[in-house]
């Protein structure tokens, strides 16, 4: 029996819920993490226009790797090696520093693949989208801002990418007057 498309992705929602069930956001209600990533992959459908499955998938499970015990095997073994290679792509090595993985963000945006960025500029949108409305609890105003200075750098080298995801980034920048 083959497994339809919609499974699949019903089956990857499932995992990316409970792999990050006990997490929060650190906005002040405190939102469940799985959110995030549920937004993600809706910005992609919905705002982006993509209909590619393993791009929808792998915007659900962006963050179970860095985040969650999961690891690559797992991804590559439930929902195979395209779902995994592009997860791969958007993952930060967590062994580096904080401030390192920043830099290296800005530094390999531009080298990824077409399909991990359109990952990126979803997830950037999404975060953005929280910080306009709500600073992390324990950040300052000022550490906010540079949440929004970061971000440009990271859309700025996955330019030319989706023209909808870029416009919607740019909006915030320009209300941040970084445009």
């Known amino acids: 029996m083959t497994t339809s498309p919609s499974s699949r992705f019903m089956k990857c929602l499932q995992y990316a819920a409970h792999q990050h069930r006990d ?18 992959s809706t910005i992609l459908a919905v705002e982006a226009c993509i209909e590619d499955e393993a791009v929808l998938m792998a915007g659900l499970l962006h963050d179970v790797v860095e985040d969650t015990d999961a ?16 997860v791969r792509e958007v993952t930060d090595d967590k062994s580096l520093e904080k401030q390192e993985r920043k ?20 997830d950037k949108l999404d975060n953005l989208r929280d910080l306009l409305v709500n600073t992390p609890q324990g950040w300052t105003e000022e550490r906010r801002e540079l949440y929004f200075v970061w971000a440009k ?20 920048f320009r209300q941040r007057g970084l445009l």
């Open 23 to 40: 997490q929060r956001r650190k906005d002040p209600p405190q939102t469940p993490y799985v959110n995030h990533v549920i937004n993600v």
């Open 71 to 86: 690891t690559f095997a797992d991804v590559e073994q439930l929902f195979g090696g395209d779902v995994c290679g592009l």
């Open 103 to 122: 830099r290296l963000q800005i530094a390999n945006a531009a080298k990824t693949s077409p399909r991990a960025k359109l990952i990126k500029l979803a």
């Open 153 to 172: 750098q990271v859309v700025d080298n996955l330019r030319g990418t989706n023209a909808n995801l870029e416009l919607k980034l740019d909006e915030i």
